[in-house]
């Protein structure tokens, strides 16, 4: 998947009113908020990301509400290359 940001989780919400989702920001000079579901059709890990967690968030789109990625998954070794 191309165009993958890297973030850190910044918090976690277990019983948001949409499901459970996470807030991180990404580690770019913009410094970008973004939201995710943690959902299994958005996150594609087994265990739920803690609060410092490095992710790689795609798909962004720009809601009323802020930044959204449906696609998260943890920062993998081979991201680092």
């Known amino acids: 998947m191309d ?3 890297r973030a850190v989780v910044q918090s976690v919400v277990p019983e948001g009113r949409h499901g459970p989702f996470a807030f991180a920001t990404s580690e770019d000079e913009r410094a970008l908020s973004v939201s995710f579901s943690l959902n299994q ?3 594609k890990e087994e265990h739920s990301p803690e609060r410092g967690s490095f992710v790689m968030l795609g ?12 696609y998260a998954r943890f ?4 991201d680092e290359q």
């Open 41 to 43: 059709e958005v996150w």
């Open 3 to 5: 165009d993958l940001l």
């Open 75 to 78: 920062l993998k070794p081979t």
């Open 59 to 70: 798909q962004l789109s720009r809601k009323r509400a802020g930044w959204r990625a449906a």
